[in-house]
């Protein structure tokens, strides 16, 4: 039983395919997943919903009103491991980009925490069409995993692309999803699919935990800060980012919602997570301030300033200005993850980074007391090979008691991912 415990949304539009949903259904519920389908009108008109019921021993939802005695589609959402739209139309892809919210199928997904496959199906001119095209690429860029048509006989008559995955294939991808360490495979999710010609049997997966990071919001501090002296100069450190922005994709292929509030880096933001720049420390404060009632777990591994400017010149300054020397005057910036630690009411889950040359242990261990911190991460920056702006990173991590864990090093992907693990683990304990 493969898919034992998932609750999975199965979005139904109006497509001629909307007769082959019926077998996947079947294929999902006959390998242990709770199903709730979710039928647009149009396809409630191709495949009777009494069907939908019976395959899935589930009433079925239309109009967000049905049941007026519950919010349907954000219970749907909410419980939901998954949501799979398929087929999926061109009508209901565009609503979808657009974050309409006008029947079940559309409100549940945009009420979702949980990851959405989409399979679409349509004549090839409206799926090759620019708005099909447009509409797929934002959705593509919010994290919606696509499953690409393929070529062949389609309902119209015509030939072409538009005809939706074969149900085995899109079962194989479901199965290989939810029962992936790393949640959701993403780049290179082919590796994780058995091929067509030797399909998982029942049974050959190992079921693993549900995807770790579902239902939770997770708030990622990083990069380095920049504190003005005047309009063109800063001072500032040679934090990459590259640590944070890796945590940042790990918790999202988990299964989070992720916001990054970022210092001024070289990077990409991520598909799928939210970011928001900053430049200063105090930047950095206010947007914690913003976000974080709304945060299961906070994570600072930005390189914040600790000092900033007690006076910043609003000119640029010259030589003339300041002669053979100059002093500045530099005043304390509040500790950012310390606030979060600290707080008494609503207080996340709080992580902090520890970035030290000696005292190793000692130094960490102190941090995360006087921040009141439930992990911290200790990072050797007098080695050359890892940590600052290198693409290894070797951590240990510690609780109050001491050593929780030591992760040998590799490429920041894999620590950032064995860290959001042990972090999600750690955080879903800590409420329980
Ligand atoms: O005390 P130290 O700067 O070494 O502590 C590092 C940890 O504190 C990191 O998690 C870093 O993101 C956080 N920090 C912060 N605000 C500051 C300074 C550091 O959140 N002003």
Do not use: W
């Amino acid at each position: 039983m493969q898919l034992q415990n998932r609750k999975i949304v199965l979005g139904v539009s109006g497509s001629i395919a909307a007769y082959k949903s019926c077998e996947l259904l079947r294929l999902l519920v006959k390998n242990g997943a709770d199903v709730y389908v979710a039928l647009t009108e149009a396809a409630s008109k191709l495949v009777a919903p009494a069907t939908f019921e019976a395959l899935s021993h589930h009433q079925v939802s239309t109009e967000i009103f049905d049941d007026t005695n519950h919010i349907k589609h954000i219970e749907l959402s909410a419980n939901a491991d998954l949501i799979v739209i398929a087929p999926a139309t061109a009508q209901t892809i565009a609503k979808l980009a657009h974050g309409f919210a006008d029947n079940m199928l559309t409100a549940t997904v945009l009420a979702a925490p949980c990851r959405t496959i989409i399979a679409p199906a349509m004549n090839q001119r409206m799926y090759q069409n620019q708005a099909t095209q447009d509409n797929l690429e934002i959705l593509r860029k919010r994290g919606f995993i696509i499953l690409t048509p393929e070529d062949g006989d389609l309902a119209c008559g015509e030939k072409g692309s538009g005809r939706m995955q074969d149900v085995d294939k899109i079962f194989n991808f479901i199965c290989a999803i939810l029962n992936s360490r790393e949640g959701i495979p993403f780049a290179g999710y082919s590796q994780y699919l058995p091929s067509p010609a030797n399909p998982l049997a029942l049974g050959q997966t190992k079921l693993l935990p549900k995807v770790l990071g579902a239902n939770l919001k997770v708030l990622i501090t990083a990069g380095p800060t920049e504190e003005p002296i005047d309009p063109v100069r800063v001072i500032t450190n040679r934090s990459s980012g590259k640590m944070g922005y890796a945590l940042a994709e790990a918790a999202r292929d988990m299964g989070a919602t992720v916001t990054l509030i970022s210092g001024p880096v070289n990077l990409n933001c991520p598909n799928g997570v939210r970011r928001i720049n900053i430049r200063t420390c105090a930047d950095m404060l206010n947007a914690i301030k913003d976000q974080v009632a709304n945060a299961d777990i906070v994570i600072g591994c930005a390189a914040v300033s600790d000092y900033r400017l007690a006076y910043v010149y609003d000119h640029k300054l010259t030589k003339n200005d300041t002669g053979d020397s100059i002093t500045l005057t530099l005043i304390k910036n509040e500790d950012i993850i310390s606030y979060v630690g600290h707080l008494e009411e609503k207080r996340p889950f709080t992580v902090g980074f520890a970035a030290e040359t000696d005292h190793l242990e000692e130094h960490a261990t102190e941090k995360l007391k006087r921040k009141n911190l439930d992990l911290i991460v200790l990072n050797d920056v007098s080695r050359q090979d890892i940590g600052f702006n290198s693409d290894l990173n070797e951590v240990s991590v510690f609780d109050k008691d001491g050593l929780v864990s030591k992760f040998t090093k590799a490429p920041k992907s894999v620590i950032a991912r064995q860290l959001m693990e042990l972090i999600f683990q750690n955080a879903r304990s800590s409420k329980a």
